[in-house]
């Protein structure tokens, strides 16, 4: 099993910024990519970035250019830089690890609000 502790959420305002991180710890050999996905009330949960053990990247288009992922595979750990952040930004935010063989982890999750 895997474990994925989140933290770094919280209240901000408008066009602020926060910093969520995620360590994956336990049996993590063979872990490649590790992501962050948001749920909102009423809506579906949805990836927000992702990256894999080669730095690969992918974006949610509407947080292309205000939040950046990073990795640290010393540590284990993926981060989640949130600039410009606006009240549509408002969710759970879930750390997610997906091992080689498709095995899927998720985080408890981490309440980000933004006030306007």
């Known amino acids: 099993q895997v474990q994925l502790v989140e933290s770094g959420g919280g209240l901000v305002q408008a066009g602020g910024s926060l910093r969520l991180s995620c360590t994956a710890s336990g049996r993590i050999f063979g872990i490649n990519v590790m992501g962050w996905y948001r749920q909102a009330p009423g809506k579906q949960r949805e990836l927000v970035a992702a990256?894999?053990?080669?730095?690969?990247?992918n974006y949610a288009d509407s947080v292309k250019g205000r939040f950046t992922i990073s990795r640290d595979n010393a540590k284990n750990t993926v981060y989640l830089q949130m600039n410009s952040l606006k009240p549509e930004d408002t969710a759970v935010y879930y750390c997610?690890?997906?091992?080689?063989?498709?095995?899927?982890?998720w985080g408890q999750g981490t309440q980000v609000t933004v006030s306007s």
């Open positions: 997610n690890a997906v091992r080689w063989n498709s095995d899927n982890y």
């Open positions: 990256t894999t053990r080669e730095d690969n990247t």
